[in-house]
T-cell receptor
Framework: ETGVTQTPRHLVMGMTNKKSLKCEQHLGHNAMYWYKQSAKKPLELMFV???????ENNSVPSRFSPECPNSSHLFLHLHTLQPEDSALYLC???????????????FGQGTRLTVV | AQKVTQAQTEISVVEKEDVTLDCVYE???????LFWYKQPPSGELVFLIR??????QNEISGRYSWNFQKSTSSFNFTITASQVVDSAVYFCALSEAGLRNNDMRFGAGTRLTVKP
């Protein structure tokens, strides 16, 4: 079983749909992240949760709504998305939210999202 | 603002060749952390190395080596005797200590293709 698991792996949705991405980590970490990887942009941090509290919202549009019910699970709720939101959405976790101080992030395999 | 530049978009080598992936960073902080990740076709980012700004000692791990030079703000990655399995996209990332050290800023990545 991989450390960080994301489901689904692929998702196609219409602009009026509502869907959710799920991330689960089995590493005992306390911080979880959502990143967006688009074809023409570097990886972008979207949200950070540390001990279930949101500590970072990187100016993400409200059509993306994160939820962190506990330290092991992270969701990204999607509604009324645009075609330009099509991307690979990567979840990550780390021991705590202080990357670099003896801590690195571990990533899942991502959800490939296509908005039609 | 922190910034990471990977000037090489794509590199193609033949198996057993050595290859160096360049990474140049910008930061105003005196304490910061540098990372390298590998992204194979399966999608997940695989952690390779973490380095803090106070440790300029170069590191070798098997066929992988890293050259950190603060004087040129570079953190280059060399693969010796490359193999087909090394084919992937490689990302360099920077995290600053302080309030925003939960944010890794990634470079655009270098796609490495190793041909048999």
């Amino acid at each position: 079983e991989t450390g960080v698991t994301q489901t689904p792996r692929h998702l196609v949705m219409g602009m009026t749909n509502k869907k959710s991405l799920k991330c689960e980590q089995h590493l005992g970490h306390n911080a979880m992240y959502w990143y967006k990887q688009s074809a023409k942009k570097p990886l972008e941090l979207m949200f950070v949760y540390n001990f279930k509290e949101q500590t970072e919202n990187n100016s993400v549009p409200s059509r993306f709504s994160p939820e962190c019910p506990n330290s092991s699970h992270l969701f990204l709720h999607l509604h009324t998305l645009q075609p330009e939101d099509s991307a690979l959405y990567l979840c990550a976790s780390s021991q705590d939210g202080r990357l670099g101080m003896n801590t690195e992030a571990f990533f899942g395999q991502g959800t490939r999202l296509t908005v039609v | 603002a922190q910034k990471v530049t990977q000037a090489q978009t794509e590199i193609s080598v033949v198996e057993k060749e050595d290859v160096t992936l360049d990474c140049v960073y910008e930061t105003r902080d005196t304490t910061y952390y540098l990372f390298w990740y590998k992204q194979p076709p399966s999608g997940e980012l695989v952690f390779l190395i973490r380095r803090n700004s106070f440790d300029e000692q170069n590191e070798i791990s098997g066929r992988y080596s890293w050259n950190f030079q603060k004087s040129t703000s570079s953190f280059n990655f060399t693969i010796t005797a490359s193999q087909v399995v090394d084919s992937a996209v490689y990302f360099c990332a920077l995290s600053e200590a302080g309030l925003r050290n939960n944010d890794m800023r990634f470079g655009a990545g270098t796609r490495l293709t190793v041909k048999p």
